[in-house]
């Protein structure tokens, strides 16, 4: 009985990754159809580029030795990220099988 459930396992897994490749195999000719770069650099969104490069670049702070403020607070993503380390390490030190 665990046998013929085994082969099935096997033959559902083969038949799911048939019908998955053939799946992403029918969705490539619309991945390759999009083009991001006719989008990025067409006519108008060029110009747009061109106006916001030419007043990014005119109205800095003037010496040019420091760099401008992007409101990201480092602190904040240091605190978040020891956060996360803290709480993985406790997550791992509770799912320890006790002995």
Do not use: C, W
Request: aromatic share 6%; glycine share 14%; hydrophobic share 45%.
């Amino acid at each position: 009985m665990v046998e013929g459930t085994k082969n099935m396992r096997i033959k559902f897994t083969k038949l799911f990754g048939a019908v998955l490749g053939i799946a992403l195999l029918m969705t490539a000719p619309a991945y390759a159809a999009l083009s991001p770069t006719q989008d990025g650099y067409s006519d108008v969104a060029g110009r747009i580029q061109t106006q916001v490069h030419s007043t990014a670049s005119g109205g800095g702070n003037g010496g040019g030795e420091t760099l401008p403020f992007t409101g990201l607070t480092v602190g904040i993503v240091l605190a978040v990220a020891l956060a996360l380390i803290a709480a993985g390490l406790l997550v791992r030190r509770v799912s320890r099988p006790t002995a």
